[in-house]
């Protein structure tokens, strides 16, 4: 499809890609940049508008136009919050650089950028592709304008599985899984990390990589190594950087684990890790969306122990190709690490099913294939939302939202008084008649 629109009319379709992160290479500007790429090599025009030094240096490499700009939201949890200066010139910047190159199509890869691309993309018809990498609260998807975008991608099917019942009746919203490109994983020259831990012939070597962070519980797999260490050789490698490493390198001491276990820096060689010599590869965060270190982990043979949430059971299933416990359990985590170390047979099982599982479900070209087909649908398409509809959309959504809030604080002090029954259910039928007429036959809770 992109080859007809591309050569029929002579011209590469252009895409303004625009993304709102920290300055650091993790899930969703990997992601991005893999895109960045499939773009390229299929008939497009990728350009990145981004505030990340470290992912526009990434995207020129790859040869995409990359414009840096500091970005604000309003509203937001990030600072500043009320900075509408700023946020004015990122419209008129906005209209500019769709108009100054062209832009078919604006791919916002989170949900930030949203606030300031929905007006503009309205303004000048433009379609707007929005790329989900976390769960957002009810809360930000109305102050970040989602109902503003002609499309809505989730990197799973738990990221949108929240949204609430007709929520986007107007929207066409799917899920396409993040792709693995393998060469991020495979390295012909790999890091001795046995040697690095000073880990023996026989220890059990378990590699963490990933940020250290608190829904990362990386404190979890400590717990199992104090627990482990004086019935088994066994060694802990983390690889990572975040707001919890302090906590964890005082952990460490307080178990007496300083000789089984060693943080390393984190790093952009991360094929280096991978391939290293570890015998299983240990995530077992409190919440997901995906699980990308695991599935490159998977490509690297690796036998994995990781959470059962939604997310990464919808990746991984349990004793096929995984080995999946519940979030913040120790005791199973502990028989989990028990199991591969003493089942070696299983333990080759599950690496091996899960490297031909991801490979051949979560490849780059699989997902790049999928973008196509929306990207194509969203050119193509005759009637973008207006922005009338899309004006009273959030109107109605918005009001109804605290409809529902003032009417929850109204019967907490209602329940709490000594009035009948019949008063409590006669205000909840006069709440409903009201939502209903201020929401047009649609309800929100």
């Given at each position: 499809?992109?080859?007809?629109?591309?050569?029929?009319?002579?011209?590469?379709?252009?895409?303004?890609?625009?993304?709102?992160?920290?300055?650091?290479?993790?899930?969703?500007?990997?992601?991005?940049?893999?895109?960045?790429?499939?773009?390229?090599?299929?008939?497009?025009?990728?350009?990145?508008w981004?505030?990340?030094e470290?992912?526009?240096?990434?995207?020129?490499?790859?040869?995409?136009?990359?414009?840096?700009?500091?970005?604000?939201?309003?509203a937001?949890?990030?600072l500043?919050?009320?900075?509408f200066?700023?946020?004015?010139?990122?419209?008129?910047?906005?209209?500019k650089?769709?108009?100054?190159?062209k832009?078919?199509?604006?791919?916002?890869?989170?949900?930030?950028?949203?606030?300031?691309?929905?007006?503009?993309?309205?303004?000048?018809?433009?379609?707007?592709?929005?790329?989900?990498?976390?769960?957002?609260?009810?809360?930000?998807?109305?102050?970040l304008?989602?109902?503003?975008?002609?499309?809505?991608?989730?990197?799973?099917?738990?990221?949108?599985?929240?949204?609430?019942?007709n929520?986007?009746?107007?929207?066409?919203?799917?899920?396409?899984?993040?792709?693995?490109?393998?060469q991020?994983?495979h390295?012909?020259?790999?890091?001795?990390?046995?040697?690095?831990?000073?880990?023996?012939?026989?220890?059990?070597?378990?590699?963490?990589?990933?940020?250290?962070?608190?829904?990362?519980?990386?404190?979890?797999?400590?717990?199992?190594?104090?627990?482990?260490?004086?019935?088994?050789?066994?060694?802990?490698?983390?690889?990572?950087?975040g707001?919890?490493?302090?906590?964890?390198t005082?952990?460490?001491?307080?178990?007496?684990?300083?000789?089984?276990?060693?943080?390393?820096?984190?790093?952009?060689?991360?094929?280096?890790?991978?391939?290293?010599?570890?015998d299983?590869?240990?995530s077992?965060?409190?919440?997901?969306?995906?699980?990308?270190?695991?599935?490159?982990?998977?490509i690297?043979?690796?036998?994995?122990?990781?959470?059962?949430?939604?997310?990464?059971?919808?990746?991984?299933?349990?004793?096929?190709?995984?080995?999946?416990?519940?979030?913040?359990?120790?005791?199973?985590?502990?028989?989990?690490?028990?199991?591969?170390?003493?089942?070696?047979?299983?333990?080759?099982?599950?690496?091996?099913?899960?490297?031909k599982?991801?490979?051949?479900?979560?490849?780059?070209?699989?997902?790049?294939?999928?973008?196509?087909?929306?990207?194509?649908?969203?050119?193509?398409?005759?009637?973008?939302?207006?922005?009338?509809?899309?004006?009273?959309?959030?109107?109605?959504?918005?009001?109804?939202?605290?409809?529902?809030?003032?009417?929850?604080?109204?019967?907490?002090?209602?329940?709490?008084?000594?009035?009948?029954?019949?008063?409590?259910?006669?205000?909840t039928?006069?709440?409903?008649?009201?939502?209903?007429?201020?929401?047009?036959?649609?309800?929100?809770?």
């Amino acid at each position: 499809m992109s080859d007809t629109i591309a050569q029929g009319k002579g011209v590469k379709p252009q895409v303004l890609y625009v993304h709102y992160g920290d300055n650091w290479l993790r899930g969703s500007e990997i992601v991005l940049l893999d895109l960045l790429k499939s773009a390229k090599d299929n008939h497009y025009a990728p350009v990145l508008w981004c505030n990340s030094e470290v992912l526009a240096k990434k995207a020129t490499d790859l040869g995409v136009e990359v414009i840096i700009d500091n970005f604000v939201c309003l509203a937001y949890w990030t600072l500043p919050r009320w900075n509408f200066g700023h946020f004015f010139k990122l419209l008129i910047k906005a209209k500019k650089l769709i108009k100054d190159y062209k832009i078919s199509l604006v791919h916002c890869n989170n949900g930030a950028p949203c606030q300031w691309m929905v007006p503009i993309c309205k303004m000048t018809a433009t379609p707007l592709l929005l790329h989900l990498h976390a769960r957002y609260m009810y809360r930000d998807r109305l102050t970040l304008l989602f109902h503003g975008a002609d499309s809505i991608i989730g990197v799973s099917q738990s990221v949108t599985k929240l949204f609430k019942d007709n929520e986007f009746n107007t929207q066409q919203v799917s899920t396409i899984y993040n792709g693995i490109e393998p060469q991020r994983v495979h390295c012909s020259s790999p890091r001795d990390i046995r040697a690095e831990l000073s880990a023996k012939k026989n220890d059990f070597v378990i590699l963490y990589m990933g940020s250290l962070i608190p829904r990362k519980s990386v404190s979890q797999l400590l717990y199992a190594v104090e627990k482990l260490k004086n019935n088994y050789q066994i060694k802990l490698a983390i690889v990572g950087s975040g707001s919890e490493a302090a906590k964890l390198t005082h952990l460490v001491a307080q178990l007496a684990l300083t000789h089984h276990v060693k943080f390393f820096a984190a790093s952009d060689k991360v094929a280096e890790i991978y391939s290293s010599n570890a015998d299983c590869f240990i995530s077992v965060p409190s919440e997901e969306v995906f699980g990308l270190t695991l599935a490159e982990a998977s490509i690297a043979k690796l036998p994995i122990i990781t959470s059962n949430i939604p997310g990464i059971n919808e990746i991984y299933t349990d004793q096929e190709n995984a080995l999946l416990i519940s979030p913040n359990n120790i005791d199973q985590l502990v028989s989990a690490i028990k199991t591969l170390i003493e089942k070696p047979c299983l333990t080759k099982k599950l690496a091996e099913n899960a490297h031909k599982h991801i490979v051949k479900t979560f490849s780059v070209k699989r997902q790049f294939i999928a973008f196509n087909l929306a990207y194509q649908s969203l050119l193509l398409a005759e009637n973008q939302l207006s922005v009338s509809l899309v004006l009273n959309s959030h109107a109605k959504i918005l009001l109804t939202a605290c409809l529902s809030k003032v009417f929850t604080k109204v019967m907490t002090k209602v329940m709490a008084t000594p009035l009948t029954n019949a008063l409590a259910n006669s205000l909840t039928k006069g709440y409903k008649h009201l939502l209903l007429k201020f929401s047009w036959g649609k309800s929100h809770d």
